[in-house]
């Protein structure tokens, strides 16, 4: 065998690469096996006849690699499946992708990430494209009949003259007080529900429990179209719909949440979750346009089609839903991060408001986070509203939910009286103001991941909101070619802010680091916050529905009210965010000073 010395400086290079490569993977031997040193010389004798053109002999060898490596490769992949195609919390339709479509080793996180986004988008969409019906449909239960013709033999009151085609019950005076009933109780049995399935979400499959809810939402959907073949007229029908279908329909937001939380961790993400927050504007939209095709005819459809999607989508999460990393052999996020919270943008934040001082960790919060982060217990809902943050922005997001969802639910009636077009007409311009909230999420988003300031971001948008208020009460009038940005700017402007608290604060806070890693904290943060929020959109309608009767100027300045007081209470974090602001400034330019 030739002497170190006798081999060539390149060949010399390769048989050290080769011979850490050899140690690496034999930790116990001090040196190459004689043997194989033997045939790697013998490779490179052959390899130096002709340099410059590899023999075959070589260019055999390099293919042998190349597929020896590829198969190493496929072999790990497939014991891997094997090893989660057998575990139990692995759902059958995941099994049948994993064997169709095998991601790359080194991608699979980000594979499976993507994976996930896009099924909670899907799946949060039609949970709002089975919510917005009723706000279409409002304008055909209670409409003014006078020019049309009554079918041959119908008798008409002569009191009712005006309203003898809207369905009874809502022919009468009262009916904007009726339907205001119906918004309330559906959106404070949402409420109520959310802190209840928030807490369920933490302790039961968390799979099994939003398909459920899915399937549950879109029954009771189908029950308040079927009133409409029933020739159903009972108040109080419509209104046991409207509670259980609220209660199911809040199970959808903790749970998408919390996947979302289990897969990313905490990241500041506000771009990707401005995007995908997106679900909620893209289902007020589909579902305007599809009860907008039926509810000039046959109105129940508004209400069944969308239930039976919903239906089919909970089938779906039942079959495809991943709930972990580790359920496919990967390792979970990191969820505590670099302990930035929302409203901390310096570097020298306190402890109380977003990083936690480990000269103060022996507080008796962090003393009991930590405990309940060993055995990764869920937390209780006073422990969840002693974060810092948790308060404020669930009080911010009650004010702005109030102003979203009066939109969403009297949007297309004040379309109507002010523009005087058709329904189907007020349905479809009431989808472009969802179409600014799309684009508000994001903006939101990017802003707030640039900035590292929420409340920041969301203080401007509601400055800029109230007059963008006033300005389309004013000119929404004039013409469809004015309401169209108006409703568009209207729409950034208002949801930007809720999409932004309802996702990437949520999500920030729900990974606290006071929580010291608990991921089972999420699903509690995110009720709070969402149904605190979800009592504004109870009580937001409601009252606008109301006040409407005196006219549309009254609600107006009810709803520039909200936002001035949404705006009030993101002060004390918009204070610290600034004055985190101006001390990492001063620090830099004490760094640059000589």
């Not at 404020?392 to 702005?400: D, I, K, M, P, R």
């Amino acid at each position: 065998m030739k002497s170190l010395l006798q081999i060539p400086r390149r060949s010399r290079a390769k048989f050290s690469d080769y011979v850490q490569d050899h140690r690496t993977s034999t930790p116990r031997l001090s040196s190459p096996d004689s043997d194989e040193m033997e045939s790697y010389s013998s490779q490179q004798r052959i390899a130096s006849v002709e340099p410059d053109e590899p023999s075959e002999t070589t260019t055999f060898l390099a293919s042998e690699r190349r597929h020896t490596s590829r198969s190493k490769d496929r072999r790990r992949m497939n014991n891997l499946i094997a090893t989660t195609t057998g575990n139990r919390n692995v759902p059958v339709g995941v099994r049948i992708v994993q064997r169709l479509c095998i991601p790359n080793v080194v991608n699979r996180m980000m594979w499976y990430r993507v994976y996930i986004l896009v099924l909670t988008f899907f799946l949060y969409a039609v949970y709002h494209m089975s919510r917005r019906p009723l706000s279409v449909v409002k304008n055909v239960l209670h409409q003014n009949c006078t020019g049309l013709l009554p079918p041959p033999g119908t008798t008409i009151d002569p009191a009712r003259n005006k309203t003898w085609c809207s369905w009874k019950p809502f022919e009468q005076d009262n009916s904007q007080e009726l339907f205001a009933g119906l918004d309330f109780t559906y959106w404070l049995a949402y409420a109520v529900g959310m802190f209840f399935t928030g807490h369920i979400a933490e302790r039961t499959n968390l799979r099994n429990f939003l398909s459920i809810g899915m399937i549950g939402a879109g029954l009771w959907t189908i029950c308040f179209g079927m009133a409409f073949f029933w020739d159903i007229h009972s108040f109080s029908y419509f209104v046991a719909v409207q509670v259980f279908g609220g209660v199911f329909q809040s199970t959808g937001w903790p749970s998408v949440v919390t996947l979302v939380g289990n897969w990313f961790g905490k990241k500041r993400l506000g771009l990707i979750f401005g995007i995908w927050n997106s679900h909620t504007s893209v289902g007020n939209i589909l579902g305007a346009l599809l009860a907008g095709t039926w509810v000039n005819s046959q109105w129940g459809y508004s209400f069944i089609v969308p239930g039976g999607i919903i239906c089919v989508m909970g089938v779906v999460s039942y079959l495809f839903v991943i709930v972990r990393p580790e359920d496919v052999g990967l390792d979970p996020p990191d969820h505590v991060g670099d302990g930035v919270t929302p409203g901390a943008p310096s570097i020298e934040s306190s402890e109380e408001y977003g990083r936690v001082n480990s000269i103060s960790s022996s507080s008796s919060m962090a003393s009991k986070a930590l405990t309940d982060a060993d055995e990764d217990k869920p937390i209780s809902l006073f422990r969840a509203i002693r974060i810092p943050g948790v308060i404020e922005f669930s009080l911010c997001l009650f004010f702005a939910k109030a102003v979203s969802y009066t939109f969403l639910l009297w949007l297309p009636r004040f379309i109507q009286d002010t523009s005087n077009v058709q329904n189907d007409v007020a349905a479809d311009l009431s989808a472009i103001f969802d179409a600014g909230g799309i684009v508000g999420g994001i903006l939101a988003g990017v802003i707030s991941d640039s900035t590292g300031g929420s409340a920041t971001v969301c203080g401007g948008m509601f400055v800029l909101a109230a007059p963008s208020l006033y300005l389309l009460f004013l000119y929404a009038g004039s013409g469809i070619k004015a309401l169209i940005p108006l409703l568009l700017v209207s729409g950034l402007l208002i949801n930007g802010p809720y999409a932004l608290i309802t996702t990437a604060v949520s999500t920030d806070l729900g990974t606290h680091p006071s929580l010291t890693g608990n991921s089972k904290a999420l699903a509690t943060v995110t009720a709070i916050i969402d149904g605190t929020g979800s009592m504004g959109a109870a009580f937001g309608p409601m009252a606008a529905g109301l006040i409407a009767a005196g006219g549309w100027g009254a609600t107006f300045y009810s709803l520039i009210a909200a936002q001035v007081v949404a705006l009030l209470c993101l002060g004390r974090l918009i204070y610290r965010e600034m004055k985190g602001w101006i001390a990492a400034r001063r620090s830099r330019r004490a760094l640059r000073a000589p």
